[in-house]
C-alpha cells in the first residue's frame, strides 16, 4: 500500500506510446481476423507516417503567415483563360 506522502507514478510518454501502438494492434485484428501481426504493424506506421505528414503540413502552412487558404478547387479559372487546367491539374495529381 502506497505511502500517503509518496508522489503517484508518472508513466513515462514511451509508455503512453507504447500502450497506444498495442490498442491500435489489437484494433486491427480484431477487424481483419486473417491479417498477419506484420500487415498489422504496416498498416500502423503506415497511418503513423501519414498523420505526421499532415500535422507537418498544417505547421508550416500556419507558420508561413498566409491569412487565406486557397484550394485548386476554388480557383477562378476564367480569371486566367490562357491557363491550361488540365495540365495544371495533373501536376497536382502527381504528389
Do not use: Y
Request: contains cysteine; glycine residues 4%.
Amino acid at each position: 500500500m502506497p505511502k500517503r506522502n509518496e508522489p503517484k507514478p508518472r508513466h513515462a510518454p514511451a509508455d503512453e506510446c507504447g500502450q497506444r501502438i498495442s490498442q491500435h494492434l489489437d484494433r486491427l485484428r480484431a477487424r481483419e481476423h486473417h491479417a498477419t501481426d506484420r500487415d498489422a504493424v504496416e498498416r500502423l506506421l503506415a497511418h503513423a507516417v501519414a498523420l505526421r505528414r499532415e500535422r507537418s503540413i498544417e505547421w508550416r502552412i500556419q507558420g508561413s503567415g498566409i491569412k487565406v487558404r486557397k484550394t485548386l478547387a476554388a480557383f477562378d479559372w476564367a480569371f486566367q483563360p490562357k491557363l491550361d487546367r488540365r495540365a495544371v491539374e495533373e501536376l497536382f495529381s502527381l504528389s
